[in-house]
């Protein structure tokens, strides 16, 4: 059972229900893959709450706020965070009066009330973020069947894709280890936002074989593939885009249900960062870390003050025991 | 080396209370002068390293269990809820989360450290399989704590874990199924399942610190091996845990601890699986379904073998044959160090754990599926093939006449001035 | 520890420094380990962060009370009559047990006459207070038509036989203090917001 699951999962199941339907299809009669079929590698960013010493930075979460809220809430939701969360330190830090005006923005059902009757009122800072949808019927029959997953802990549910030869990964580990990365899932939600590109193009070879076309060169014979896919008789075959899927670099699979989120000029900043693509998958990935992980900028001051006493205890317990044992011949 | 008692109650008070529960008097011979191999490495810190790991545990999940819901509606939520809102609450259940890692790495070298010195060898075969009971109770537990965060990796594990039971089905029609589905307590992983896991995840630590209490017991009759082997002879030969050893454990200990608190504060989530920030969704399995590192290799030998019963049953055979390791060892000799053919099997069998690590979290397939059958081979064939004829054909090399040999060198036996100073900082003359 | 003084007298001093310093500094670090473990008992955010309470007031008429859920905690708020307020008013502070007026929205210190216990003048019929009597953490009794309110006409707590009056302060048995007055405002005539 265990073969089961695994190949039928080597091109990964998702949250979006679409990509799980066309990938049954595409994976039942055939094993993967080949080139453009497997996940490319995550690039690496610098982000300013990697390492050691790394926090956030308040005025991109900010900017990364507003992105969710003007593009991502109206599909994904934040079910684990309260809008008082916004004004606690560590994070957006925004003031009590903004946050309060935030929530207020949204109309929360409560009660009963004395008549029995359930109301809705104004959000205040201590109810949770609405989500987009009542449950997951409603995300999934407005979306076409697919289920945008709610973003609360994504940037952790999510890993970064690196292909390395056997040796080298235990000194990835270590490397990894030394460094504390835990940005995986961010990098690769930025990758994923700002992976949607053109379906590539496949010429099929006569001896059956598909071969990608590069970049700018064309053929009428060429066809759209997502990926090729060989059978176990060795036949190869094209994997068309799925109706109502985009095409995205990072996504595994490539067919994402999502489309492409973010435009240039799409969000008005008015602290004068860029209005990109780039800036704004860069914030509101700097602000799903944040949503994830609250109480990173809190851990990783503790854990300095936790390391450096320790440093020093192992310092003298280790004279403690150099002195002690010295009064043994050995 | 269950020495004459050294303890003086000096005041009233200890005298009335020593004549009724000798508490005092048993601290004092067992963990105060309890004469102790004056040649003991830094591998032998890890005894003491592991009750540091159980009591983290065991305090720290106490405390996560005061805001912890085991239902499967709740788990998830309140797992978050104790991450976002309870007072260092993210630091508790970072720690209980990575301590269970830590626990395990300490276990696995304390493990190999009395392989290597041949520690499970008589007199001290009770010692071992006290040992490795607890080892098959941790692994019990860390499972079901796994489960309880009832993320996508924790449910899918609870599937896949208990459907071992079903190959059963093969034996005896229906008796696989019958046995799921009572650990289950339904037709599926459920919340039924999950609040059984959480009340059994409670109590074995508990188990867990009862085995320790008797492993101790069982260590303090022989007294400690050491890295020659050699039992103490006279009284230069041991010098009295405290203060020496308890300051050195305590050395090793912070040594371990800053380990711990760089996973903790630093990379947290490293040793743990992305998917199980997911919720559990009982209608989509994930694409790889990857134990914690520790069960790794035991999840390569199921992999390994085709047939599902004998899957099974070789994984579970994996940890039984440790039982068996101080009667499949034929040497006479104890200590690795001077066994000059087994030491090279041991690093042998010291890479086939950890090749079969690598492979547990591969997928079974092509060369990683050949390998991982060759050294599960070669797992198996260490205890019944390579420990039993080794220990016969092998000539060991010259052993020192005693410890204090070993340490001081030969021809100092009569022992120097530093010698005394080590017999007479010794609780009292051999009594063995 | 006796046996080491023998052989090791050279150096006690450092010996005994390097001792006390490591073991000291250990004592500090298991001290602050604790704290987490403490602490985590106390409430936390979600708790701290309870949203207020608004109230109604139009349904309860005069003579009648209600009771509502703050904080896990029920409310009084009573409709007095003329005549309870009057009874209040009557009462010389020196022979309440309690003379201070333990009203969240006062000062610490303010004395516990009729006016301080209500919110303000224009309000002076609305009492609302903690129903939570003072001693033991019982619910007094007093807020439904036929209870026994007590001997002045207040509330009465059925457990250890405490009497508070109609401005909610002990006047006879076991409670120490007043029926505590809770944060709140009137946000009209007929609304109160309560925390």
Redesign the interface.
Same mark, same amino acid.
């Given at each position: 059972m265990f073969n089961k699951i695994k190949s039928h999962g080597a091109m990964t199941a998702s949250a979006f229900l679409g990509v799980a339907l066309a990938m049954l299809l595409a994976v039942s009669s055939a094993a993967p893959v080949r080139a453009g079929g497997e996940s490319p590698e995550t690039p690496r960013r610098d982000w300013s709450f990697s390492g050691i010493l790394g926090k956030y930075d308040r005025a991109q979460l900010r900017r990364g706020f507003q992105v969710y809220k003007e593009v991502c809430s109206s599909c994904h939701g934040l079910r684990l965070l309260h809008y008082r969360n916004l004004a606690e330190p560590g994070g957006p830090q925004l003031s009590e009066a903004e946050v309060k005006a935030i929530a207020a923005e949204v109309e929360v059902e409560d009660g009963p009330n004395d008549e029995g009757e359930m109301f809705t009122r104004p959000g205040k800072p201590s109810d949770r973020f609405k989500s987009p949808y009542k449950n997951p019927q409603e995300a999934r029959a407005a979306n076409n069947g697919a289920l945008p997953p709610d973003l609360s802990v994504i940037a952790k549910a999510r890993g970064a894709t690196v292909h390395l030869p056997w040796y080298l990964e235990p000194v990835k580990w270590v490397r990894e280890v030394a460094a504390g990365y835990q940005e995986g899932g961010a990098d690769y939600l930025y990758a994923l936002l700002t992976g949607y590109e053109d379906v590539p193009q496949w010429v099929q070879k006569p001896d059956g074989r598909w071969e990608r076309l590069a970049k700018g060169e064309s053929s009428d014979k060429a066809k759209e593939c997502v990926s090729i896919t060989r059978s176990a008789s060795g036949k190869e075959k094209c994997v068309p885009l799925g109706d109502g899927m985009n095409y995205n670099i990072a996504f595994p699979g490539h067919q994402i249900a999502m489309p492409p989120p973010l435009s240039d000029e799409l969000v008005e900043y008015t602290d004068g960062s860029p209005q990109t693509v780039a800036q704004y998958a860069e914030d509101v990935t700097a602000f799903l870390m944040w949503a994830a992980e609250p109480k990173l900028e809190q851990r990783k001051r503790l854990g300095i003050q936790v390391l450096v006493y320790l440093a020093i205890l192992a310092a003298l317990l280790y004279l403690t025991k150099r002195k002690l044992w010295s009064r043994l011949e050995h | 080396m269950a020495h004459e008692s050294t303890y003086q109650p000096n005041t009233a008070i200890e005298r009335w209370l020593d004549d009724r529960l000798p508490i005092v008097r048993i601290m004092h011979d067992q963990f105060q002068t309890f004469p102790t191999p004056?040649?003991l490495n830094y591998w032998w810190t890890f005894g003491g390293i592991l009750t540091f790991c159980l009591a983290v545990q065991l305090?720290t999940g106490i405390?996560l269990a005061? %805001?912890y819901i085991p239902s499967d509606k709740l788990a998830f939520?309140s797992v978050? %809820?104790i991450?976002?809102?309870?007072?260092?609450?993210?630091?508790?259940r970072?720690t209980h989360a990575v301590g269970a890692s830590m626990f395990f790495f300490a276990a696995y070298v304390h493990m190999f450290r009395g392989l290597y010195y041949g520690s499970y060898k008589a007199p001290r075969e009770i010692l071992w399989i006290l040992g490795v009971l607890i080892i098959l109770v941790m692994i019990a537990t860390a499972f079901m704590g796994y489960s309880l965060v009832w993320g996508q990796m924790s449910f899918w594990a609870v599937t896949?874990i208990t459907?071992l039971f079903s190959s059963l089905d093969s034996i005896i029609s229906g008796l696989g199924t019958a046995i799921v589905q009572w650990i289950w307590g339904g037709y599926s992983v459920s919340g039924a399942t999950l609040t059984r896991l959480f009340s059994l995840h409670y109590l074995f630590p508990f188990v867990i610190a009862g085995l320790v209490v008797l492993h101790i017991w069982a260590l303090h009759v022989p007294g400690n091996n050491n890295p020659t082997g050699i039992e103490v002879k006279s009284s230069s030969d041991a010098?009295p845990f405290h +203060? &020496?050893y308890t300051?050195?454990d @305590?050395?090793a200990l912070?040594?371990f @601890?800053?380990l711990f608190?760089? *996973?903790? *504060?630093? @990379?947290?989530? &490293?040793l743990g699986h992305?998917?199980n920030?997911?919720p559990a969704n009982p209608l989509?399995? +994930?694409? %790889?379904?990857v134990p914690e590192w520790y069960f790794l290799p035991f999840y390569a030998i199921?992999?390994a073998i085709p047939s599902?019963l004998m899957g099974v049953t070789a994984m579970f055979a994996a940890i039984f044959v440790l039982f068996l390791a101080p009667w499949l060892d034929t040497s006479k000799v104890r200590s690795t160090k001077y066994r000059p053919i087994y030491k090279w099997f041991f690093w042998l069998f010291v890479i086939t754990c950890l090749a079969l690590g690598?492979l547990g979290a591969k997928? +079974?397939?092509g060369w990683y599926l050949v390998f991982a059958r060759v050294f599960t081979f070669l797992y198996f064939a260490h205890f019944l093939i390579i420990m039993p004829i080794v220990g016969v054909i092998e000539r060991p090399r010259g052993m020192p006449g005693s410890i204090t040999e070993a340490?001081?060198g030969r021809g100092r036996t009569g022992g120097?001035?530093?010698?005394?100073?080590?017999g007479?900082?010794a609780a009292g003359p051999e009594t063995r | 520890m006796a046996s080491h003084t023998m052989t090791e007298s050279e150096e006690p001093t450092r010996r005994d420094f390097l001792f006390i310093a490591s073991g000291a500094f250990a004592a500090v670090g298991g001290a602050a380990a604790l704290w987490p473990l403490i602490d985590q008992m106390n409430p936390d955010a979600s708790s701290k962060a309870l949203a207020s309470l608004e109230v109604d007031l139009r349904p309860v008429r005069e003579g009648q009370a209600i009771t509502v859920m703050w904080r896990g905690k029920p409310v009084f708020i009573r409709n007095r009559t003329g005549e309870e307020i009057e009874a209040a008013r009557a009462v010389d502070l020196n022979d309440l047990p309690d003379p201070i007026a333990r009203n969240a929205n006062l000062p610490e210190d303010a004395p516990a006459t009729d006016e301080n216990r209500a919110r303000d003048k224009a309000h002076e019929r609305w009492l609302v207070v903690i129903g939570i009597c003072t001693h033991l953490g019982c619910i007094p009794k007093g807020q439904r038509v036929g209870d026994a309110r007590g001997d002045y006409g207040g509330w009465f707590c059925p457990c250890h036989g405490s009497h508070y009056d109609t401005a909610g302060r002990i006047r006879k048995g076991p409670a120490p203090r007043n029926l505590d007055v809770p944060p709140y405002q009137f946000v009209s005539d007929t609304k109160i917001k309560i925390g």
């Open positions: - | 004056r040649n305090i405390v005061m %805001h939520d978050e %809820h991450m976002r809102d309870v007072n260092w609450g993210w630091l508790l970072y896949v459907n010098i +203060p &020496y300051v050195k @305590a050395y912070a040594l @601890a800053m608190a760089w *996973f903790v *504060f630093y @990379a947290p989530n &490293y992305p998917d920030y997911i989509q399995t +994930p694409p %790889h379904i199921l992999r599902k690598y997928p +079974p397939e340490v001081l120097g001035a530093g010698a005394e100073a080590g007479a900082a | -």
